[in-house]
């Protein structure tokens, strides 16, 4: 009887996981991270792992263009969005990150590039008003 009783808590145990080798959940970084934020102001409610490393990559991408810190460029994405949606122009925050990347070469600091890339969005849209 206790043979069966044991054959049975193991098959419980290994059926939830505890001890098999099962698929382990994706890990999600921690909320405090500068591409998770991004990711939910952008609207992702639980962002997955790979959502928040595109956003990751893509800040690490301009804060190396335009020598910034992540948190910084994380920063100045929000502030940049801001303007735009201020100046009737709506863009997610990967979209600015990735259209920023562009701007990073010529600019003298990270800010330059993002105020060079408000600037021309802006002035784009008057142009088709």
Do not use: H
Request: net charge negative; with cysteine; aromatic share 6%.
């Amino acid at each position: 009887m206790r043979t069966w009783w044991a054959a049975a808590l193991m098959a419980v145990a290994l059926a939830a996981g505890c001890g098999g080798e099962g698929t382990a959940p994706e890990e999600t970084p921690p909320p405090n991270t500068p591409g998770y934020r991004l990711a939910v102001l952008d609207g992702e409610v639980d962002p997955s792992l790979t959502t928040i490393q595109r956003y990751d990559s893509a800040i690490q991408t301009v804060a190396s263009g335009c020598k910034g810190s992540v948190v910084e460029v994380a920063r100045l994405a929000q502030e940049s969005r801001d303007a735009l949606t201020n100046g009737k122009v709506f863009e997610d925050l990967i979209v600015i990150l990735r259209d920023v990347s562009g701007y990073t070469a010529g600019a003298a600091d990270c800010k330059a590039a993002f105020t060079s890339y408000v600037i021309v969005e802006l002035k784009g849209e008057d142009e088709t008003s």
